[in-house]
């Protein structure tokens, strides 16, 4: 199960996806689309007014675009009109007084960020996770950059990594990040290998800047169906600063082919790798 | 720390062969080191008893240790990181001939012989490797002295001059593949997003391998990782070519890069600390796999996986 959550299954309403190929979003989006409108929820894509490019991808993957557009339950907005000045809450709540059961936004990473700066686009994401959690309301924040592993990282990825602690999609994994530790389900290879590693790397940083003193990350393994080398060495690389410093990796759940990954290549109880 | 010390003995009897190694082995023990036996069952029988049955002896049949060269550095490896870990300053190891006596057990041995000067180099091992002269044909001795840098004679160790570079051996031992037997089905990756759709396929195609389940949870593994591997290190396009025979799933993964260099590459058990260095990835696969061949074609490299 590598794609988004099934409707009913989904776990937060603030989700990302970091993809490298155009069609591997345009998927995905699709996906996201055609599930709010079967379910009779409106739809707004981050678009500016005369940009019409995203209506074939999703046309072409049977998304009814063009009747969407016409009875008003798909419609786009410019950066100013997804993040007005009045605040998130304000749009999300006009929409929703039309007594349409749900609200869908998708919005480009990358133009969010250009649009609002940094610390503006954190502090939108962060009234958004308020309102996913509070309203039936669910946001896919997209950006484009390289998650196998060893590719160069964006300058937006951290961003975009601390926004989406529940919900982070590569290609074939999803990262959920919990206090202390991260939650993974599907396949941890070579193409996501970068992602996994840049995620970790983050919470290395943030339990570090915590108060209290935490001693372990752990990565909980016990819903990923497929790991390779490149992966199990994410998982190593993201957290080498960390146990540089003294802490502990802990890998928790490994099963099937995962554990026999880990059990051939080696690496537990050294270096602060402990296996649970 | 003493490092690996790897030795040749021939022994014309089982007399022979106690005459030489008891006391050897008793020295070891007297110094608080470790003794493993992995000899035929008679010779094994024979040195626990003159050694006194005593408990620090650890006494293998052959077949536990020996299936194939990675396994058997896999296992020395462990034995001895973990004698090492409860406070043994060594391990003096007597090993006798172990894998099958057929053309193709020959070479495997002779790989094993000659991996383990290098895979096994930084351990605190003494491996004594016994060849019983009168039983053994000529090629296998013939490996004894092509792969040991020692010889011990009457108690005593010296240079053997006739000892090959383990590389240059190795090199030696590759084999041009053989065509396909069977029907081939093929896929082509051009870069890492494409490894998921690879999966899926293998797994397709295996689900009903006479191979069976294990083999191919063992083949997707193994050759995710040496297409990922020609992806990042060769040169795409990576061509997959699958055939299953009634026992095997055998796999030809073929890039247009410059190859696998090293004939040592992935016998080596990777360092955990410096796994963030690659290299694990080979080894892995070796485990995984009955046979990991490599071959130059004039379009491309080719690594031949068997599996099952």
Redesign the interface.
């Known amino acids: 199960m590598?794609g988004l959550a099934q409707p009913g299954q989904e776990r937060q309403g603030h989700v990302a996806l970091v993809y490298?190929?155009p069609a591997?979003r345009d998927e995905r989006l699709a996906e996201f689309v055609g599930t709010g409108l079967q379910r009779g929820e409106r739809v707004v894509l981050m678009a500016d007014a005369d940009d019409h490019t995203w209506q074939v991808p999703l046309a072409l993957r049977g998304v009814d675009t063009s009747g969407a557009a016409r009875d008003g339950s798909l419609t786009t907005l410019d950066p100013p009109g997804f993040y007005p000045a009045q605040g998130q809450a304000a749009l999300v709540d006009r929409m929703l007084e039309t007594g349409c059961p749900g609200l869908r936004l998708a919005a480009h990473a990358e133009a969010a960020l250009g649009y609002l700066g940094e610390a503006g686009y954190r502090r939108v994401e962060q009234e958004m996770e308020h309102l996913c959690a509070t309203r039936p309301v669910t946001l896919l924040c997209q950006l484009q950059a390289g998650t196998?592993l060893?590719d160069e990282p964006v300058p937006f990825l951290p961003a975009v990594i601390d926004a989406h602690r529940h919900a982070l999609h590569g290609?074939?994994v999803t990262i959920f990040r919990f206090p202390h530790g991260v939650h993974l389900t599907g396949?941890l290879?070579?193409?996501c290998g970068g992602l996994v590693e840049a995620v970790l790397r983050r919470a290395g940083q943030d339990a570090a800047a915590d108060g209290v003193r935490t001693e372990t990350i752990e990565v909980d393994l016990a819903e990923l169906d497929?790991m390779?080398?490149?992966g199990?060495?994410a998982l190593?690389?993201g957290t080498?600063q960390w146990r540089g410093r003294g802490g502990t990796l802990v890998l928790t759940g490994a099963h099937?082919?995962v554990g026999?990954?880990i059990e051939?290549?080696?690496?537990?109880g050294?270096?602060g790798?402990v296996l649970r | 720390m003493t490092p690996y010390t790897h030795e040749a003995l021939f022994f014309p009897s089982s007399g022979a062969l106690l005459d030489a190694a008891v006391p050897w082995l008793r020295e070891g023990l007297q110094v608080g080191e470790g003794a493993v036996l992995v000899c035929t069952e008679d010779n094994n029988t024979a040195l626990a008893a003159a050694l006194g049955e005593d408990p620090r002896v650890l006494v293998l049949p052959r077949a536990a240790v020996y299936r194939k060269a990675v396994d058997a550095v896999a296992f020395y490896h462990d034995l001895v990181t973990g004698r090492v870990s409860a406070g043994q300053r060594r391990v003096r190891l007597l090993g006798e001939v172990g894998f099958d006596t057929r053309p193709q057990g020959h070479d495997e041995w002779r790989r094993f012989e000659a991996v383990c000067n290098h895979a096994l180099a930084p351990l605190p091992l003494w491996s004594v490797c016994a060849y019983d002269t009168r039983a053994l044909p000529g090629p296998l001795l013939d490996t004894a002295w092509l792969t040991h840098p020692w010889l011990r004679a009457d108690g005593v160790r010296t240079l053997n001059g006739a000892f090959i570079e383990p590389a240059r051996l190795l090199m030696g031992l590759r084999r041009p593949l053989d065509p396909p037997a069977g029907a081939v089905s093929t896929v082509s990756l051009t870069q890492?997003?494409e490894?998921?759709e690879l999966?899926r396929w293998l797994r397709a195609k295996l689900d009903a391998a006479p191979a069976g389940a294990q083999a191919a949870?063992d083949a997707?593994?193994a050759v995710?990782?040496v297409a990922?591997n020609g992806?990042?290190h060769g040169r795409p396009p990576v061509e997959v070519a699958l055939w299953l025979t009634p026992t095997h799933v055998v796999c030809d993964i073929t890039d247009h890069g410059t190859g696998i260099a090293d004939p040592l590459a992935g016998y080596a058990?990777?360092d955990?600390?410096q796994?963030?260095e690659?290299g694990?990835?080979l080894?892995?696969t070796r485990?995984?796999c009955v046979d990991v061949a490599t071959a130059w074609t004039p379009t491309g490299f080719t690594v031949r996986l068997t599996v099952g």
């Open positions: 590598n490298c190929t591997t196998a060893g290609p074939c396949a290879d070579l193409d497929f390779d080398v490149a199990f060495r190593l690389r080498a099937g082919l026999r990954v051939i290549v080696g690496g537990e050294r270096g790798v | 890492p997003g490894l998921p999966r949870d997707v593994l995710d990782e990922a992806l990042r058990p990777p955990p600390l796994l963030l690659g694990a990835g080894w892995m485990r995984l």
